[in-house]
């Protein structure tokens, strides 16, 4: 099975731009997950997507919103961006049911300049 | 809430010996999963193990062993035999039972040394 996929790798965009992350889960996995993760603050959650529903929510502005499409695949948009907004966006997908163990994909490193 | 503490921010180890990561959390859940990730230099988030809570016998993936101390809230990393490509960060992570969130300890960030 091919793995978790992201795109794009790699962002630059200025202040008050918005953008959009994608990520495709691996074939049959329900869940998918978003994490941010810089220097100071590690790894944080974002929020949590099952069936095309936000399950989840980690403690982040109203300006990082997410949403899952009928096949799994899901898009994370961060408006307004601000400079600390620079970071490493890992996506993560799970099959939902008794395995719990997620597996991420390759990150998208965003630069706001 | 669920914190991961992990108490080693570097380590380094000479290619071929065993090296212990620590690991310690703190939750009032019954039912959860730790796992450890590694990440090397290409950022690439590599799950090494994984333990459920229910089980009380260690998690073993090849040359990856855990130390899984549910009283004591204590899960540690062994790796036997380090090889060069060990060389990463390492992430203790929580997660409770049918939550999506994954729970990160600051890492440790291993060496191995030829």
């Known amino acids: 099975k091919a793995g978790v996929t992201q795109t794009p790798r790699y962002l630059i965009k200025t202040r008050g731009q918005q953008v959009t992350l994608s990520c495709s889960p691996i074939s049959g996995h329900r869940s998918v997950s978003w994490y941010q993760q810089t220097p100071g603050q590690g790894l944080q959650f974002l929020f949590e997507y099952f069936s095309e529903t936000q399950r989840n929510k980690g403690n982040f502005p109203g300006r990082f919103s997410g949403r899952q499409f009928s096949n799994s695949r899901s898009e994370m948009n961060v408006s307004t961006l601000e400079l600390g907004d620079s970071a490493l966006y890992l996506c993560a997908s799970r099959p939902g049911g008794p395995d719990e163990t997620q597996y991420f994909g390759p990150g998208t490193r965003l630069l706001v300049l | 809430a669920q914190t991961v503490t992990q108490s080693q921010p570097e380590m380094s180890v000479q290619e071929a010996e065993t090296v212990t990561l620590s690991c310690t959390y703190d939750t009032s859940e019954n039912n959860y999963y730790l796992f450890w990730y590694k990440q090397p230099p290409s950022r690439q988030m590599i799950l090494v193990i994984r333990?459920?809570?229910?089980?009380?016998q260690n998690a073993t993936e090849n040359r990856f062993s855990v130390n899984f101390q549910k009283a004591a809230k204590s899960f540690s990393l062994k790796i036997s035999d380090s090889q060069l490509g060990d060389t990463a960060m390492y992430f203790c992570?929580?997660?409770?039972?049918?939550?999506?969130?994954?729970?990160f300890g600051k890492g440790t960030k291993l060496s191995v040394k030829p």
């Open positions: 992570a929580f997660m409770t039972l049918g939550q999506g969130n994954l729970i």
């Open positions: 333990q459920e809570a229910y089980k009380q």
